[in-house]
């Protein structure tokens, strides 16, 4: 068993929903974990599908949130954004991108393949420095309020079950195809280092 917490990053496409939803119930479970998105923008829904609500990444959710109760309260209250804006101003101040971040990870859970897409290939163009490997592991969920907390909740157990193992490296496959089975879930993984 690491006689370390694991160092766990979660992300999604804006930093909004699912990375946050993971990020709260990871913290709450005592592990060291960050949040990030892997969009240029974060991209909230707007009046139609095909017209979000955008914001730069340094613009802080309570600034959100407030832009977005004057637009129109009652939508947003209804829509759950609201929520959702307040969940992640008690957790941290803004929405980060993960292509500017330098910390390292053991384990980087994403909730979509899009976005494992764009984490390996950033993961590969940096310049390696200590050959730490990284795992990326790819969680697929709807970005809706209840698969949020159905992933964030499966990324949970996996973190607590690859705490417990004797070496991370050596378990990590066993941990994934048991979690497979249970919940008929397929999770793509691939090593990359620092």
């Known amino acids: 068993m690491p006689s370390y917490p694991l160092s766990v990053a979660v992300v999604c496409m804006s930093n909004m929903n699912r990375s946050m939803?993971?990020?709260?119930?990871?913290?709450?479970?005592?592990?060291?974990?960050?949040?990030?998105?892997?969009?240029?923008?974060?991209?909230?829904?707007?009046?139609?599908?095909?017209?979000?609500?955008?914001?730069?990444?340094?613009?802080?959710?309570?600034?959100?949130?407030?832009?977005?109760?004057?637009?129109?309260?009652?939508?947003?209250?209804?829509?759950?954004?609201?929520?959702?804006?307040?969940?992640?101003?008690?957790?941290?101040?803004?929405?980060?991108?993960?292509?500017?971040?330098?910390?390292?990870?053991?384990?980087i859970f994403t909730c979509a393949e899009s976005v494992y897409d764009r984490v390996v290939e950033e993961l590969w163009v940096r310049e390696q420095e200590t050959f730490q490997p990284v795992h990326v592991i790819n969680v697929d969920m709807a970005d809706n309020l209840e698969e949020a907390t159905l992933g964030s909740f499966i990324i949970c157990e996996l973190c607590e079950r690859l705490q417990q193992a004797d070496n991370l490296e050596d378990s990590l496959v066993q941990v994934l195809l048991a979690a497979e089975r249970k919940t008929g879930k397929s999770f793509l993984h691939t090593v990359c280092f620092y």
């Open 21 to 107: 939803e993971a990020h709260r119930i990871l913290r709450r479970k005592g592990f060291r974990v960050r949040s990030f998105g892997a969009g240029s923008r974060v991209r909230l829904p707007g009046r139609a599908r095909n017209l979000p609500v955008v914001y730069n990444f340094s613009t802080t959710y309570e600034e959100m949130r407030k832009d977005l109760v004057r637009k129109d309260r009652q939508r947003y209250n209804s829509n759950g954004i609201l929520h959702i804006l307040g969940r992640n101003e008690r957790i941290k101040p803004r929405p980060e991108r993960f292509q500017e971040c330098r910390d390292r990870f053991d384990v």
